[in-house]
Each structure stands twice: as C-alpha cells, then as structure tokens.
C-alpha cells in the first residue's frame, strides 16, 4: 500500500511535465446508422429559473435573444423541473421518471440500477450519444449512465485549470487523483503545499491567468468547486464543433453552469441592471430563511440577471452559428433547465427545503427544424415529459416504464388539470425506503400545495412539526397567501394525492 501511494503521488509530481495531449485517448465511437433521422441537440442551463427570464414577462430584460427566437419556436410557459436542485432535477430529465420512482435524491443516494440503461441515452441508441457537464453533481448522473453514451467528455477539459489530465490516466479514480494533485500543487490556508516546486508554478501560471481574466470578467471567471474556472464561450464553441462534426442522427446533451452561483458575468454585461430602478416583490421571511437580508439578495438577483444576459448571448452566438453552417436543418434544438434559483424570504438560491415558483418553474423552449411561426403553450408540463417527446419526434415508441407525457403541440389533447409533483428527500435516510425528512409538491388546477415533515438537518427547525403551504398561484403567482387553513377542502384532496403517491411508491 505504501509503494502504491508513492509511485501515485511521485506520477503526480512529474506529470505536468508532460504535454497534455500525451494523454488524450482518440475517439473510437461507432458510427450512428440512420442519417435520415433528426438530430437532438439539448442544453440545460444550470439553476435557470423562469421568474427572472423576460420571454416569460419579467420586468427586467435579461432574455432579448431567446425572445427573438420565440418567434419561431415552441414556448412553454408552465414548465416545472422533477426536483429543486442539480441531483434529483437532472436525473429526472434524464431518466422520464421522478425521484420517488429513480429513487436519485443525492449523489449518496444515486438513482437505482435499472436507471443505468432505462435513461434518455440508452432509449436513443440507434444514435451517436454525446454528453457534457461543467458541473459534478450532474456528472456524477452521466457517470452511472456511461455505459450508454458514446463519448462522455470529461468536464475538466473545458475548464481553464490543467488538470484536466487526471480524469484521462485515471478514470474513475478521479476524485482521489485529484485530491493528490491538490494537495502537491496547491496553498492551502496555511500557505503551504506538498511540492514547493510545483505550488510556486502554479501560483504563477494563476496569478498570470487572473490578470488577464479580470479585464473581461470583473467578478473573476465562473467557477465550479471552488477554484475550477471555466469560459462558458470555451464550452459553446465545443458544442459547436460538435454539432458540425457528428455523424448523423446524433443526440447531445450539454449542461453548461451558467447562471448557476456563482454570479460573474462578463464586462458587457456588468452592472447593466444596477441601476434601473427594478424593486422585486416585498416577501415575508420563512421559516426556513437563511436570515439574509432583503438588500443583499436583490444584489445578489442583479448579478444573477446580468449573468442570464451572458447565456442569452452565448445561445445567440451558437444558434447564429449553428444556422451559417445548416447545421439546424434536420436538428431539434430544446433549451431548458435542470432548476431555478431564489432571491427572496431570506433565502438565496436552491439548496433549501422549500420549494416556490422561482425554484421549480423553469424554462422550455423548443425549435423544431424549418419551423417559422411562434406556438404558445400554456399547458402544465414537467421534465419527465421531453423523453416521450423526444421519442416520438424520433419515430420511437415510449415505453410504458416512463412517467412523463407526450408534450403539446404534439400531444393534441393534453390534461390541463394533470398533477405535478416535485420532492426533495436528500435528508431522507435511505433511498430504498420511506422519506422521514422531505418535502413534497402538488401543484393542480392552479393550486399548489407543499408539505414538510422530519426533524434532522434543514428540517430541525419544524420542531417536529408537520408544515402545509397551499397556494392559489392563479390569483397570487407570488405565493405570498397561505391559504392551507382557509381551503380545507382543497388542501385535503391535494394532500390525499400526495399521500396516494406516496404509497405507490412505498415512501410513505
């Protein structure tokens, strides 16, 4: 075990010696074997809400592309992730089902076995499969799925570190490869690290890149875990050349950070909204705040919309792109999140029991190949609903084991009163049996009813107490009346399907 560890870490040492395509492996993937059907092309933009998009009526104008190309595209204006955050929102866009069924609460509670092969690449295998992530959560979803996607790029090669290496020598020992390489080449809070050598260059090399970076991005370059920077221009060009490239049909999936935290936009678009007199909606604070105050979070929410101004570029500058070359003749483009974001009640961002419109309703627009006119929908949809569509748009059956619809305007006769459910059950003690720490989410015939129950972690502050949001979202889109004691009716029958659902999957 010793010797091991010594040959590991004195690799580690030498390797940046070495030039990085050293250990690139080229791309041996098979040939896709029907030209004629339509290519796929997804792009998920993380932690997207559709409370801060203007297509969808925000105040401020933080989406004048995607409004553009709403005019020839289908719009979904009541589109709801399958969860609040990356984990659970992701794997259910990827596998047609929703976490009680995947059963993917958290990277320690990943989505059962079955979910390996049933997924959206393993349903598309008649395709070439290609898939990427700058973030790790959802990384670590493509990883469980690997088997059915013919190239899976490493999320570290489009960062800005060197390190993307690592992943390439080796593989699924990444994590504690990259663990060594920190750890040799860089200063932790006591200024030193393992390798004086190596630490000096590394911190010169930064230092270099930080300067330049700073004259195009004031707040400093988007980052993921911490010091693992990124251009997301760097990451469109890649689906650009991809899409280009690929042998026909092919489906991409493409989960780009952006506008995920953190907020650093580029210069053009740095303090476009400072001082545009825009005031949110006064919310109370609850329960479950964060005790952050009203002040900080508008500013954060304004470098978060000027952040959404860097996206709606960067799909600018890929579909004009995409359309020089004709490379959207035979190509569905969907565009689309995982989750959304929130800057109210005290509370910032995602990672938080609750579950209000900002979080769950994200955006999805679809631009179908030759298409020139706009389509509205209305509708309620949820993710698990793009597989079946995709499928059918691809002359695939459906198979019975998803949960999601066929999306209108395809589906000629949708429910306009089906359910839809969301859930967080991360703090749940396992994920082969009942929640004891969960939220769960029924929104139906414009009411929207949420239910907390558990005591440990985030859910300690309920006292063991069981807590019921009911909302009327027709008559207060803003969530800001609690109508649970006042309907009881309403708020019974809700909760009986959530209950009802509950038991079908055994987590209750």
């Known amino acids: 075990m010793i010797m091991k560890e010594f040959n590991r870490r004195d690799f580690l040492k030498l390797a940046s010696l070495f030039p990085a395509a050293y250990y690139l492996k080229p791309d041996l993937s098979p040939q896709a074997q029907d030209p004629s059907q339509p290519n796929i092309i997804i792009l998920v933009f993380d932690a997207w809400s559709a409370s801060n998009i203007s297509l969808y009526g925000y105040p401020r104008k933080t989406t004048p592309f995607l409004e553009k190309l709403a005019e020839k595209a289908i719009v979904y204006h009541n589109h709801y992730a399958g969860g609040h955050w990356t984990y659970p929102g992701t794997a259910s866009l990827l596998t047609g089902v929703l976490p009680w069924k995947h059963r993917g609460y958290s990277i320690s509670s990943p989505i059962l076995n079955e979910y390996h092969k049933n997924n959206l690449f393993g349903l598309f295998n008649s395709y070439h499969r290609v898939a990427y992530t700058h973030n790790q959560i959802t990384d670590a979803v493509l990883q469980k799925m690997i088997g059915s996607i013919n190239y899976h790029k490493p999320r570290q090669e489009l960062y800005v570190n060197d390190d993307f290496w690592l992943a390439r020598v080796f593989g699924t020992d990444y994590d504690n490869a990259s663990t060594a390489w920190v750890r040799v080449s860089k200063k932790f809070d006591d200024g030193y690290a393992n390798s004086l050598f190596l630490s000096r260059i590394y911190d010169l090399v930064h230092n270099q890149a930080e300067k330049k970076i700073r004259a195009d991005y004031p707040l400093g370059l988007p980052a993921v875990e911490g010091d693992n920077y990124f251009y997301i221009e760097t990451a469109i060009d890649w689906i650009y050349s991809q899409a280009t490239t690929l042998p026909h049909p092919f489906l991409g999936y493409f989960h780009l950070l952006p506008p995920h935290d953190p907020y650093r936009t580029r210069n053009d678009f740095y303090g476009n909204f400072r001082h545009d007199g825009y005031q949110p909606t006064p919310k109370p604070e609850h329960l479950f705040t964060q005790d952050l105050k009203t002040n900080w979070l508008n500013e ?56 209000h419109n900002p979080q769950m309703h994200v955006p999805l627009v679809i631009l179908p190949p030759g298409q020139e006119e706009r389509q509205d929908i209305t509708t309620p949809t949820v993710a698990t609903d793009l597989i079946p569509t995709l499928l059918h748009l691809s002359g695939k059956s459906a198979p019975n084991w998803l949960e999601g619809t066929l999306l209108p305007p395809f589906n000629t006769a949708p429910d306009s009163n089906r359910p839809i459910f969301g859930m967080d059950a991360r703090f749940s003690d396992t994920n082969t049996g009942p929640f004891t720490n969960a939220t769960l989410m029924l929104l139906q015939n414009d009411y929207k009813l949420t239910y907390f129950f558990g005591n440990r972690k985030l859910y300690e502050v309920l006292n063991g107490q069981e807590l019921f949001e009911l909302y009327d979202l027709k008559n207060d889109p803003e969530e800001l009346e609690n109508l649970y004691n006042q309907e009881p009716t309403i708020a019974q029958i809700m909760l009986n399907a959530i209950y009802a659902k509950m038991e079908e999957y055994s987590v209750r």
């Open 300 to 355: 954060r929410r304004r470098e978060y919309d000027e952040f959404i101004l860097l996206v709606d570029s960067e799909i600018n500058r890929l579909y004009n792109m995409l359309e020089e070359n004709n490379a959207l003749d035979n190509t569905w483009l969907v565009i689309t999140s995982d989750h959304g974001e929130m800057f109210e009640r005290g509370i910032v961002g995602h990672l938080t029991p609750t579950m």
